[in-house]
């Protein structure tokens, strides 16, 4: 794909590749791999599609994206090779947009990890078109893995990224909606830490444990686990709540809050002043519903903020 030129003439009346401009200024899109000298361009593209909630990626993050590494899903990452990172810019250099791929040999399918374009549906078509066109296959999934540029983002928010979900369906991919992107803004993150606290019950124990990115704070029963929540240092004043569950039988009775209040306190004494979180409420119903879960979140103030989807072609 290096050098690649790609005649836009079929291109030049679409209004969201021109942004306003006139169609003479534009007259052929060429993709190349990233440069040095092009990082900081990269990174406004990746600014330009930040999730409320998300801090903002920097070149010591841009380093790990582009050397294949994320705190989050890692073993995924280490399954795939022939990691490619390419631009797509204008006949004056100026960069619209990027695009990563990989190939994981165990399944022989090509991988899309992450792509920005400021939400230019024209210039997302010509780069998928052509870094999924050096793959052999056309078995391919897209937004399945979190990278170093987010905390934790799994999918894709569809609601923010809806030229980009339109894109990848064009181009064949079916989306699965698997979760609910749900932040705590700084009002109601006071609000729940400053009310008065609740208390376990004595036959209760709480015990907190230091993790790689954060921490884990765990309830007990004797020796019985019946509820825990694993919350993530902050970055830029952000938390990410990655785990919490209480057992089916110790629902109703204040211990969810006591979770979410011991987590988040915990965070905001490291700084954070807003939380995230995604859940997976894609099971309805089942011994994974968060049905329970997601009531609990509103009820002391996380707002959904939009649907996250994979996507997959065969």
Request: no cysteine; aromatic share 6%; charged share 25%.
């Amino acid at each position: 794909m290096t050098g690649t030129h790609l005649d836009t003439t079929s291109l030049l009346g679409h209004p969201g590749l021109m942004q306003g401009r006139p169609s003479t200024r534009l007259t052929t899109i060429t993709l190349h791999p990233v440069r040095r000298d092009e990082h900081q361009a990269v990174l406004d593209l990746v600014d330009a599609d930040r999730m409320p909630g998300q801090p903002q990626a920097g070149p010591a993050d841009l380093r790990e994206a582009l050397a294949g590494r994320s705190p989050i899903d890692g073993a995924l990452w280490a399954g795939l090779t022939d990691l490619r990172h390419d631009v797509a810019v204008d006949s004056t250099g100026n960069v619209l947009g990027v695009i990563a791929t990989g190939w994981r040999a165990l399944d022989s399918t090509a991988v899309l990890t992450w792509m920005h374009a400021r939400e230019n549906r024209a210039v997302l078509s010509v780069l998928l078109d052509a870094a999924l066109a050096r793959f052999s296959t056309t078995k391919a999934e897209a937004f399945g893995m979190a990278t170093a540029l987010d905390l934790g983002l799994e999918a894709l928010p569809v609601a923010h990224r809806r030229h980009t979900a339109d894109a990848l369906v064009s181009a064949g991919f079916t989306s699965a909606d698997l979760w609910n992107y749900m932040l705590l803004p700084r009002d109601a993150l006071t609000e729940l830490l400053d009310a008065p606290a609740s208390k376990l019950s004595p036959a209760l124990a709480s015990r907190i444990e230091k993790r790689r990115l954060g921490w884990r704070i765990a309830v007990l029963e004797g020796k019985r686990l019946v509820g825990e929540i694993e919350i993530d240092s902050p970055v830029q004043g952000v938390s990410r709540i990655a785990w919490l569950e209480v057992d089916p039988g110790h629902r109703g009775v204040g211990l969810g809050r006591f979770l979410l209040r011991a987590g988040l306190g915990r965070a905001r004494r490291a700084g954070a002043e807003q939380a995230v979180l995604y859940v997976d409420d894609d099971e309805p119903g089942t011994a994974r519903d968060r049905t329970a879960a997601t009531a609990l979140y509103r009820k002391y103030g996380f707002l959904s903020i939009d649907r996250l989807h994979t996507f997959a072609r065969s």
